[in-house]
């Protein structure tokens, strides 16, 4: 079992167990559908990759559900300006996995981890960094993975050197899995500080309710 399919397991865990609750509120999903989403990742992590051309295939778990996770959180919520901010985040971030591969050292032995985990780990960061709400954050960090190794795909083709992609398999499932909890996570635990901080003791005014966030009794 992969650190990818260990991380869902624990994810799905904790929000059985009531955990997280405020993340998922920030992302508009409710348990029941953060959940779903969840157990259809796994399940479609292992299912055989989906061939498109000779040289293309995407897998079900890595690659279309994440996909469209990140499209239902897109167009949930969001103003326009936080939108625009996720896609330009997103594409910042692709740049940056992209670049990141293109100047890794190309031995694996040279690196103190698996280079699959350090492409998450880079992309969860710059998402969070740029992303800035919890949804904006998701999605770039996954996306900006996916469209990073398409890119790297593409660029490979162009250089006349013919490579095969199977997006969101084998060791692209744990990358993108790892870009998007990390950027969600990192966006929870530092943005609770700093709102915490500017709220001092006064307690929220709205709260997530059927879906939706609603003004809060005053009590």
């Known amino acids: 079992m992969t650190i990818g399919f260990i991380l ?4 799905g865990a904790l929000i059985l167990f009531g955990v997280g609750q405020r993340v998922l509120d920030r992302l508009r999903l409710t348990d029941r559908q953060a959940i779903l989403f969840i157990v259809l990742i796994i399940a479609g992590g292992f299912a055989p990759d989906i061939r498109v051309t000779d040289r293309f295939a995407f897998n079900l778990g890595g690659a279309l559900i994440p996909l469209l996770l990140c499209l239902y959180l897109f167009f949930k919520a969001g103003t326009a300006k936080e ?6 985040a997103t594409l ?4 940056a996995v992209f670049l ?7 031995d694996p032995a040279e ?3 698996d280079p699959g985990y350090a492409y998450g780990i880079a992309a969860g960061l710059v998402a969070y960094a740029l992303g800035r709400s919890r949804r904006g954050a998701f999605i770039a960090g ?3 993975v996916m469209l990073a190794n398409v890119a790297s ?3 490979a083709n162009a250089m006349g050197a013919p490579q095969r992609l199977a997006l969101g398999g084998a060791g692209g499932y744990d990358v993108i899995v790892i ?4 950027a969600v996570l990192l966006s929870e635990l530092i943005g609770e500080l700093l709102e915490r901080a500017r709220r001092g003791r006064r307690k929220p005014s709205r709260e997530f309710v059927n879906g939706d966030f609603v003004g809060r009794e005053q009590r």
């Open 92 to 95: 910042i971030t692709a740049i």
């Open 153 to 155: 795909w593409a660029y």
């Open 100 to 106: 990141l591969g293109r100047y890794m050292p190309a």
């Open 179 to 182: 870009a998007g909890l990390l």
């Open 142 to 144: 996954t996306l900006g």
């Open 8 to 11: 869902l397991l624990v994810t």
């Open 83 to 88: 939108r625009a901010r996720t896609v330009a």
């Open 111 to 113: 690196l103190p981890m």
